[in-house]
């Protein structure tokens, strides 16, 4: 149901956003925080909390899910969150897709949507309920890297971030290989138009060699969306580049106005207004949430 369906005005309504948290979860606040800067409301949640009670959902247009190590990344990064969504919330969040409504992984929370089927997620190359296409794997060299990437958007369909853009975000992750099943899935993301980000070089091409290609990922890829360009995964940290002060050579460049991370919550939030992707349940209820998480 729209804004004008229930009279509501989207202009000056909060956008409120979900965070499932877990055990291992270490970066939920700075994720909060972000979209709170891009004016959303912010609930935080426990998954087993949201398994219990999956209807929590309804009081959501954007449902994030944050860097860590959930679970210690124990059998495999994101893995066992993963299971959760799939066995517990699969239907509810396949209603959220349907319905027009936002979803962001970022590191961990990446990991966890390419695991759980969300991402690259139906494609129409392939037959209904092929979802475990590609995956996030240990880094080509083995170690776990912490460092700043040069990236370049490059979808079009994508609601979080728009076309030909070169941005600079850090990185911190030990499994974060992007790769395909086959090359016929990389050719169906290429047609769909959802690769969204790549590791470049300082020429701005595809980086094929470490570090600029901080992990090995198949075609540089460092972020993909779903092919409605709602959904959203990525390695690099855009919750930890919000502020200019906060990248690596900002007392050598202090011209840059804004941080190149957020744009990305900005974005969001600006598309879930202009949508007209509205509320369900009333604002008190996701309030009480927040509270209690």
């Not at 800067?37 to 935080?44: D, H, K, N, P, W």
Request: aromatic content about 8%; proline content about 5%.
């Amino acid at each position: 149901m729209g804004a004008a369906e229930k009279g509501l005005d989207m202009a000056s309504s909060k956008v409120s956003v979900l965070i499932p948290r877990t055990a291992g979860t270490n970066c939920d606040r700075e994720l909060a925080w972000a979209f709170e800067q891009a004016g959303a409301a912010v609930s935080t949640v426990h998954i087993n909390r949201l398994m219990d009670n999956p209807g929590e959902l309804d009081h959501h247009q954007i449902l994030a899910l944050a860097g860590g190590f959930s679970y210690g990344d124990d059998i495999a990064s994101g893995k066992i969150f993963a299971n959760q969504l799939i066995h517990h919330l699969k239907r509810p969040l396949e209603q959220w897709v349907a319905d027009g409504k936002l979803i962001i992984g970022i590191c961990n929370g990446f990991q966890i949507l390419v695991k759980a089927g969300l991402l690259p997620g139906p494609m129409p190359q392939l037959p209904s309920g092929d979802l475990f296409t590609g995956t996030l794997t240990h880094n080509s060299h083995a170690r776990f890297e912490d460092r700043w990437v040069r990236l370049q958007s490059y979808s079009g369909v994508c609601k979080w971030i728009a076309p030909g853009k070169t941005v600079r975000l850090p990185i911190a992750h030990g499994e974060g290989r992007f790769m395909v099943r086959s090359a016929g899935i990389l050719d169906a993301l290429k047609h769909n138009d959802q690769i969204v980000l790549r590791y470049v070089d300082t020429a701005g091409n595809p980086a094929a060699q470490f570090p600029e290609n901080p992990n090995g990922s198949t075609d540089a890829i460092a972020g993909i969306c779903d092919v409605t360009g709602r959904v959203f995964g990525l390695m690099p940290h855009p919750e930890r580049f919000t502020e200019t002060y906060l990248g690596p050579d900002w007392t050598r460049n202090r011209s840059e106005s804004t941080a190149d991370g957020s744009e990305l919550f900005a974005n969001a939030v600006h598309f879930v207004r202009q949508s007209g992707t509205v509320l369900v349940a009333s604002n008190d209820a996701a309030a009480t949430a927040a509270a209690a998480g």
